[in-house]
């Protein structure tokens, strides 16, 4: 039995609290007494709560309090590791938010964390380390944004620009973070940092994590020996189709354009399994193209 079958049983013989039904009941009373005895027969056939409706109301409020427990508190969602189905979402929280908004810019973050259950206290102190890195990675790149809206700024005013003409450009900066892939002993998590003002507009950073050893993976892990081989036969027969068919990209050629790629080339897992090698914006293409992604299949 699934994982989605075996929450959803439990989920239906939840007990209703003796207090929740009486009080449902006695409300429903309550409102059949005020009507007439001909409206009483209607309401009694339309909308009477048998204990089978009641208790999927209990359960269902029951439900809307997980969920909002998991969102809100990390002690409760950390409580949840041994549950089917929630067990697995609770891997990966958004453990604190960040945001600065004033008449210059408005800033936002979310700082992921990964939560493992593991006796293993080398592995833990590995995942430990990475989500140190990560929460740091964030705060760099919090004051980094923030940095370089003033830096604008100044340069604007400079230039014979007005206060007021600098609020009127509305700034905004993000750092975010995406969950490209999760199971019971893996994660792909990209990080990206953007703004709404510059021509590069992000930076992603890759976290494919083995939950089992803590280890990042490589692309070696999942294409064997001759990755890199393989790795670039695919993205150059993939930049050919792409260069014919209706998207029409025109990459960049010779110098600067796609060589090979190498041992910290920026990649994430997506839900078929595979890796999926990513190039920023201007890296092998003009910008007007945006982010290029192949995915590769071993």
Known sequence: MNHFKLSKQKYQRMEVPKELEGRVNQTIANFEAGKSSQSQRKINK???????????????????????????????????????????????????????????????????EIIIDSDNDEVKNAISDINAEIDALVKKHIKLEEENIMEYKEAYLETSGTEEEFAEKNLKANVTYEIKKQTDTMVSIVISSGQNWRNVS???????????????????????ENYITIANDSIKRQMKEREQGKEEIKYFK?????????????????????????????????????IQEFEIIP
């Open 202 to 224: 992000q930076e992603q950073f890759f976290y494919n994590i083995n939950l089992v050893t803590g280890k990042q993976y490589t692309l070696k892990d999942f294409l064997g």
């Open 46 to 112: 339309k909308h009477r709560f048998s204990h089978a409706a009641i208790s999927s109301m209990a359960a269902a409020a029951a439900f809307a309090v997980l969920v909002v427990g998991l969102n809100t508190s990390q002690a409760f969602a950390m409580t949840l590791g041994d549950l089917p189905v929630v067990g697995a979402i609770a891997k990966v929280l958004t453990v604190r938010e960040y945001e600065k908004s004033n008449e210059d810019m408005t800033i936002t973050a979310q700082v992921p």
């Open 254 to 290: 010779e110098e600067g354009g796609f060589q090979s790629i190498d041992n910290t080339t920026g990649f994430y897992i997506n839900q078929a399994g595979n890796p999926v090698v990513v190039f920023a914006r201007y890296e092998i293409a003009p910008g007007a193209y945006g």
